[in-house]
């Protein structure tokens, strides 16, 4: 079955850089949801879309933006990168309103 | 504030065996429930859930069971197999809002 792709699973990046993150749904998933999980700790949500509506949104700095795209796809958009944003980044998704989220494998940022 | 709990970081059961994963929390208003088991360099994987008007849902090998007056979960795994052995996750969701809302997470390791 198809899962969550998200897209690069590695990404290394300077301090004050921007960097994209990509996410593609599952196929007929409306939903999609962003996290961050920091080393050592549980992912913490960023943000979520519902037909291309931001519906929700948490701890995401004022730095970072998303979009969900008509294909239903989403990009996380990282300005101003800073050291601790080193992280790994989970996209995923469902379709609304369930409650069972689908995560993709993860972006791994490191900030140097 | 950690409103989510998870408060044994590993546990150790034998193959065959039950496993017992704890969880608890303390936002009054989480009426949805998740588990998610997750391997290294993988996105967490959607094991079972369960509603706040339910107190167990059941899904092959897995049994969800929910203490609303103790604000207690927990995932009861029959018989453990060493593939089970994961990190898992325990997350919470509030009033048909999209963001969830992570346990620390329990490394659970059977062994043969």
Known sequence: AAGVIQSPRHLI????????LKCYPI???????????????????LISFYEKMQSDKGSIPDRFSAQ???DYHSELNMSS???????????????WPSGGQYFGPGTRLLVL | ????????????????????????????????F????????????FLISISS???????????????KSAKHLSLH?????????????????AGGGNKLTFGTGTQLKVEL
């Open chain 1, 13 to 20: 990046k300077e301090k004050r850089e921007t960097a994209t």
């Open chain 1, 27 to 45: 196929p007929r998933h409306d939903t999609v949801y962003w996290y961050q999980q920091g080393p050592g700790q549980d992912p913490q949500f």
């Open chain 1, 68 to 70: 969900q795209f008509s």
């Open chain 1, 81 to 95: 990168l800073e050291l601790g944003d080193s992280a790994l980044y989970f996209c995923a998704s469902s379709s």
């Open chain 2, 1 to 32: 504030d950690q409103q989510v709990k998870q408060n044994s970081p590993s546990l150790s059961v034998q193959e065959g065996r039950i496993s017992i994963l704890n969880c608890d929390y303390t936002n009054s208003m989480f009426d949805y």
């Open chain 2, 34 to 45: 998740l588990w998610y088991k997750k391997y290294p360099a993988e996105g967490p994987t």
């Open chain 2, 53 to 67: 008007i339910k107190d167990k849902n059941e899904d092959g090998r897995f049994t969800v069971f929910l203490n």
């Open chain 2, 77 to 93: 795994i029959v018989p453990s197999q060493p593939g089970d052995s994961a990190v898992y996750f325990c997350a919470a969701k």
